[in-house]
């Protein structure tokens, strides 16, 4: 079991650009979220699929973001035209479902965004 | 209204010593599950703890013991001779049945620093 996982760590960016970070979650782990994190609060949702299907979308999801699963394996979170205001900590978190212990998310190391 | 409640913004303490982190949380559902998380300097949060609502024993794991009341809504979490190691931002999250359990709201966050 290797974790999850999240490339790049870090990102740099001007404003206006676009960027798309990855995540590789525990293996047959069928949920799949997104989060954002900003200084000195708590991750916030964002987004989560079961296998390829994105079940729901917080509304701090602007039409600028896009997620998707394709394969219900990786998931990619893109952010088009990027503010400073998405400067964040993106961060992915997986989860089994159907077994014991299932309500627990397992995260990644997260994506730092810095938006110049 | 904030669904998890971390008051303590930061905790200092001395190596030995035993710290416990406060947790209030609200919820109008029946059926949920509490966490602990632990995000140190790098990042990645890592799960520490989970309790449903219809189990109230509180347990000891190591060097970690939890409290969970109904009563008051509380999930307060300590940490028994705290070490260095220990310093890292501690987050207390709330998962709901009503939202499938699809969705972790965390608390601020408690920076805990450990000084030798």
């Known amino acids: 079991d290797t974790g999850v996982s999240q490339n790049p760590r870090h990102k740099i960016t001007k404003r206006g650009q676009n960027v798309t970070f990855r995540c590789d979650p525990i293996s047959e782990h069928n949920r799949l979220y997104w989060y954002r994190q900003t200084l000195g609060q708590g991750p916030e949702f964002l987004t989560y699929f079961q296998n390829e299907a994105q079940l729901e979308k917080s509304r701090l999801l602007s039409d600028r973001f896009s997620a998707e699963r394709p394969k219900g394996s990786f998931s990619t979170l893109e952010i088009q035209r990027t503010e400073q205001g998405d400067s964040a900590m993106y961060l992915c978190?997986?989860?089994?479902?159907?077994?014991?212990?299932?309500?627990?998310?397992?995260f990644g190391p997260g994506t730092r965004l810095l938006v110049l | 209204a904030q669904k998890v409640t971390q008051a303590q913004t930061e905790i200092s303490v001395v190596e030995k010593e035993d710290v416990t982190l406060d947790c209030v949380y609200e919820t109008r559902d029946t059926t949920y599950y509490l966490f602990w998380y632990k995000q140190p300097p790098s990042g990645e949060l890592v799960f520490l703890i989970r309790r449903n609502s219809f189990d109230e024993q509180n347990e000891i794991s190591g060097r970690y013991s939890w409290n969970f009341q109904k009563s008051t809504s509380s999930f307060n979490f300590t940490i028994t001779a705290s070490q260095v190691v220990d310093s890292a931002v501690y987050f207390c999250?709330?998962?709901?049945?009503?939202?499938?359990?699809?969705?972790?709201?965390f608390g601020k966050g408690t920076m805990l620093l450990v000084s030798p």
């Open positions: 978190a997986s989860r089994p479902t159907g077994q014991k212990n299932q309500e627990t998310q397992y």
């Open positions: 999250a709330l998962s709901e049945r009503d939202s499938g359990y699809s969705t972790l709201t």
